[in-house]
Every structure is written in C-alpha cells, then in structure tokens.
C-alpha cells in the first residue's frame, strides 16, 4: 500500500521492470520441494522401479525416456531437478508478516555488507580492548608475525557471493583496509578464526624447472634427452657424452638432411655457446614443420637436454641468451576484407 | 485489542519517562555544551541559554521538557509496535548506534544514505515494504555540515521525527527536536541510553497488557 503523499497520476503507474527479478518466499520453496519429493515418487512408480532408492540419475533417464526431446540445447529440454538447483538462492523476501523487516540494517539497502562491516569492527574494538587490558596489567604484547606470504585476502566476486549481494569496488577497498587494520594490530590472534574466513591459501608459487639428472645407457655414456616445438614442428633430441661431434636427424645426417647453412649454424649453437662442439653427440627425431621451423625446433631440444650436463650459472647463461625459450611466433591468420594478415586489397581510386 | 491501544492515550506520561532523566544526568554528560558564537544557526537562538567566552550553552530546562516529550512519544509508538530508525552520520559513535538499535530489536542507519531510500522504497526494496514509523537523529548533519537528507524525505513521507539538534543545526522539519550535545561521546552514550530504556520498557509494557488481556 502507498502512503498518501502529493503525487501524480504519471508517477503512480507500477514499474513492473524495476523491481528486479521476482522474489520467492520460504513457504513457497518448501512447497515447491514437497511437490518434487511427491513427483519423484510417483516417476518411480510410472518407471516400475523402487520409490526409496530412486536417485537424480534414475529420474533424468525417466524424463528423457518419457518425454524425448530433438532440442539442441540441453538446458532448454524438459527437466525434473530439485528446487533449490532450478530457483536461484538469493534473498527471500526480507520482512515477516507484520512487516517488520528480520535484519536491523535493513534500512541501510545493503545490509549483509554493512552487518560485516559492524562484526569486524566490533573485532577490532575487542582487539584493542585486550590490548589496553595487557597495557593496564605490564604484560608484554605478543609480536608473532602472521603468515602474509602464503595468504591472500578475498576477491571482489567471492565476496559477493558470500553476502548474496552486489559490493561496490570503494566498499570491497573499505573492508579489506579494515581487515588490514584489524590484523596490523599485535594482539590480532585473539580473532584469528574471523580472520580466516576471509583469507585464502595461495598455492606454491613458481613452479622451479626442475633439471633432469643424466642417465646412463648400457656403454655407460651418460646421455639426456631434450623436446623442443617451434611453428609446427617439434623435436626430441638425445646428446650422448663422450662424443665426436656427430649429429643424425631421423637417421639422417644433417649434412644431407639440413643442405642449408643457416639450419646447420641454429643446431650447431647451443654447441657453440657452450664450447662444447667436439664433445657431444646427438640423435634427434624432428617431425611437422617446415626446414627452419625443424632446425628450430632441434635447437631448442638440444639445450634443454644440455641443461643436465652444465653448472647452474651456465643454465642461466643460455636462458638469457634466449636458448631455452620457447619461440612463440605463429602464422597469423587471414582477416576477411584484407588479402592477406596484414597485407590489405589494392586501393583503386576510381 | 481497542482498549489496548486506547488506554495509554489518556494518561499524561503512561511510561513515566520523568524518572529516567535529571537536569543534573544531562549537565554530567556535558549535553549543554554547544559550538562557537561563529557556527550558531538563527533558529537555534530560543534554545541556547547563553554564550560564555565564544561558546554557546543550551538551556537544559528546555531540554528537558523537549526530552521527556520525545521520550514519551518514542514510548508510544514502540508500544504500537512501529518500527523505530536511528540515524546519524557521525563515524564516531556509528558503531555504538548500531548496538543500541539491535539490543533494543528496532532499526539503525548510520551509513551512506541512498536517495530514494523512503521515497523510492516500492522501488529499491521491493513491493510491499512496511517504512519506518518513527527516525531518531542522534546527529541531525551530515559530513559535510548540511542537514541530512532524510528529515526532508521523512517531513515528505509523514513520517515523524525525534532529532538532537545542536546549536549548528536547523530543528525546522523535525517534530521533535531535543537541543542538546551532539558531538561528546559522554552525551551521545547517554542518548543511547535513554531511547534504550524507553523502547523496552514500552515493550515489556505491551507484552504484558496483551499477556493481561490474553488472561480475561
């Protein structure tokens, strides 16, 4: 009912739209439930089949044996799911039946925000409380430093859906300035419980490339393997110790498998660079590609594998000179309107 | 159920809301103390009792009648069971407000105030929403020193309202201005208090006619 206040009859006229999506009350869920229990048993008995051990499985494979569907999308086909999967949990409605809203911040618009916002600082009040009485008693303040490294505060949407409600960026900053002030203080364990509530483990950081140790064949020459992928093809390279420089690509030598200096100098330089040119031997397999995309490729799978046989500082020394990075260039694709990638039609003036 | 709400009508001060208070609580909680001679507003000058070196002081025995009238008034309208809303917009004493209302199972709001709060509520809140039937203005400003918002939203909505004005303030639209400290945390605990005691009372007051009535 409105209030009677000076209005036009413009201003009177309902606006169905603005009232957000329709609210379900308790009753009507629970209502909604019983009927889906019922239903479920009566499917059962339709189905032959026993109505205590009847599961969410048996009831889709019913519904889809007794009402088929040619429809493409599956959300759109008919469906018997329990309530509270179909009808979205958000907010009942908020007042009782006199009218008497259930939560005290409900005036506020945002009530579970404003009510977190209240708990926390009622935590801090306690914090500080303690503290004073610590004070008041000469007892020390405990200085353990809390784990900051391995925990991260809340997002912005995880919050949302814990409060079941929209959180603005300036509100979301407030509470996480609040909770920063609320741990900054050094009696903080008291409410180590609440504080963990809203922050989360980040899990190991940067994966360490872990180096592989050399193994050792049956002569008991210590070799390694190495992959490398370059455009579209990609290679497996074995660099064998105690060698005299010879390399055979898919059983091929590379004098007549790669003609082309160019290709022979990119095998050839992690070799260089490391000054070991007559010391190893190498056994590749290349497939896919084109002739430089191999020779990269093969480049690439061989200082990975000479990782192993090479002191850390080293390794260092060939990741920064670019060897153990993955080239990430691919063919870019044609864009309609244009002839080519880049390449746009010829402009006729007339 | 007529007799219920009829019959505390008739007497002058159903509650006995007198004994809560005395001239000499109110000077103990420095609520006589106002701002400079500078900051006073034109509407405040038949409340304030007098200025000393710049500084302006309430009369208390204004107060006090203002006082007991919203006092018996907040009693009333908890005995009809409407809803009660706190407002006020200073950080201080935000947190204290909020446990105020919630111990006394009525409303508190003393955040950001949204604009079409009381007069768009069909809209932001939803259809069928009961408005509140009575604001308290523990601090009738907002942050920046103009008058908050919902006493001319409540003056529109016939809503009435009990608010502390201090000398800074313009008790115009209020319908029961109570000229008093706004700012000392000692006056605004005492406020608290004393709204507190008089909802629960009224309260208890109610419960027990209605366990009476239930009994013939």
Redesign the interface.
Known sequence: T????FTTTAVQRK?VG???PE?YTEAFIKKQIEEFNLGKRHLANMMGEDPETFTQEDIDRAIAYLFPSGLFDKRARPMMKHPTEIFPEQRK???GE????FH???????QSY?SLM?DT??KL?NVQKHQDQLIAQDLPLQREKRNLAGSRWLTKIELEEMLLEKVSDDDYSRFIQLLQKLVALPCAEIEEKYIQKFSKEVPAQLQKVVIEPLQYDERGVAFSTGEGKRKTASATAIVYDNGTGKITVNGIDILHYFPVLQDREQLLFPFQFLGRIGKHDMVCTVSGGGRSAQAGAIRLASAKALRSFVTEKEVEFMRQAGLLTVDPRVKERKKPGQEGPRRKFTWKKR | DDKLLTEPLSHPDFFNVKELFSLKDLFDARVHLGHKKGCRHRFMEPYIFGCRLDHDIIDLDQTVQHLQLALNFTAHVAYR?G?I?FVSRKRQFC?LI??T??AC?????T?FW?GG?LTNA???????????DLLIFLSTLNNVFEPHVAIRDAA???IPTVGVVDTNCNPCLITYPVPGNDDSPAAVELYCKLFRMTIIRAKDRRRQSEAVEELR
């Not at chain 1, 005290?104 to 945002?110: A, D, I, M, R, S």
């Open positions: 409105l209030r009677l206040i606006n603005a009232s957000g609210k409605i908020q007042w006199d009218g008497r809203p005290f911040l409900f005036y506020t618009g945002k404003y209240h600082y009622e009040l | 069971g809803i809303l947190h909020e446990s209302a919630r199972g009525e409303y508190a709001h955040r949204q709060l069909h809209v932001q809140f939803g259809p069928g929403v009961r408005l509140p529109k909505m016939n």
